[in-house]
């Protein structure tokens, strides 16, 4: 039986890739917050290699927390603690010979087990966390703090709801540019840049408001959010496969 994810291809940006995919998972409570900041800030923690990708004369910084369910290696059975978890990224926007992607500053989840093998195998920045994410009705409420050994301390706390209708976002419009990505960038242990691909169907959104407790989550990056996020929306459930990352040519 085919993937839920390969229902839809017309809305790719580039082909899929030729090797096998090697993760499936499932985004659930997904919200995505967004502000605007100067590209020189961001800078400084992003590669050389890699474009910051603007719009709108800024940079973005993306803080997105979320549940992953139905996580598995595609070979391998569940493995206990690492099958449904919280998580939060924070994340800005770039490119790469014409791809864009997202960098992320850092991944926070509560399974440790989830945590180790994502640093081992695909060589991001995640780090332990204590989390929760309980939905009330049409609210969702959501707390994260950082406990990992060594990381800087770093926590959210916010709840969520939806105050429109869900809608496919359109090209050329900033939500899209937003969202519509199928590309991460990472780098290997010698420094190298290393590219992993991603695939799920469109995004369907809806316009949300975000009531924000705590936010100190871009501490890897150099800023401190005092104000409301701009733009806010919340997420369809969504069937998502990774491939492994692999050297940029």
Known sequence: MAHPAFEALAHRPFALPRTPWVMRMRWLDLALLHWPVPAAVLRPHVPAALELDEHGGAAWIGVVPFRMAGV??????????????????????????GVRGVWFFSLDAASRLAVRAARATFRLPYFDA??????????????????????????????????????????????????????????????????GHIHHAPWQLMPATA??????????????????????HAALPLDVVAWAPRRVR
């Open 130 to 195: 204590r989390m929760s994410c309980r939905r009330d009705g049409d609210r969702v409420h959501y707390h994260s703090e950082r406990y990992h050994r060594g990381a800087p301390p770093a926590a959210f706390a916010a709840r969520w709801w939806r105050t429109g209708a869900v809608t496919v976002p359109l090209p050329d419009t900033l939500t899209h540019w937003f969202v519509e990505r199928y590309a991460l960038f990472t780098t290997a242990r010698d420094g190298s840049l290393r590219i």
């Open 211 to 232: 009531e924000l407790e705590r936010c100190d989550m871009t501490r890897l990056c150099g800023l401190d959010l005092r104000s409301e996020p701009l733009f806010v």
């Open 72 to 97: 598995r290696a595609r070979w391998l059975p569940p493995l206990p603690g690492t099958g449904s978890f919280a998580e939060l990224n924070v994340r800005t926007y770039v490119r790469h010979r």
